[in-house]
């Protein structure tokens, strides 16, 4: 099983990049609520927002609150985080990560026990 994320790379603030984290392995992603994260050099990881498996809830955090939109795909084995009007505030690795049985709010705020994927980099800078 494996999360892979996708769509990272260098915007100019204000810009816009759409992340994609690719499941494999998994019987089918219906069950599991799966969120975006995201870590800075020496910060903590913070979770961005998460999408619920049980009715499609979502949490996002204040700081991005307006400008991401996290949606997913079960019949892909996909979600996306769609992000808008970057911010140099902004860059940093992008995780994604799931786990079971678990509201949106509870997944991004207490990530223990969560399966992780390797990342890609998000870069705002002029």
């Known amino acids: 099983v494996q999360l892979v994320e996708s769509g990272g790379g260098l915007v100019q603030p204000g810009g816009s990049l759409r992340l994609s984290c690719a499941a494999s392995?998994?019987?089918?992603?219906?069950?599991?609520?799966i969120g975006w994260f995201r870590q800075a050099p020496g910060k903590e990881r913070e979770g961005v927002s998460c999408?619920?498996?049980?009715?499609?809830?979502?949490y996002y955090a204040n700081s991005v609150e307006g400008r991401f939109t996290i949606s997913r795909d079960n019949a892909n084995s996909t979600v996306y985080l769609q992000m808008n009007r970057l911010e140099p505030d902004d860059t940093a690795v992008y995780y994604c990560?799931?786990?079971?049985?678990?509201?949106?709010?509870?997944?991004?705020?207490?990530?223990?026990?969560?399966?992780w994927g390797q990342g890609t980099q998000v870069t705002v800078s002029s």
């Open positions: 999408i619920s498996a049980i009715d499609g809830s979502t």
């Open positions: 990560a799931l786990r079971a049985i678990t509201t949106a709010q509870q997944l991004c705020t207490k990530y223990s026990g969560a399966f």
């Open positions: 392995g998994f019987t089918t992603l219906n069950h599991y609520t």
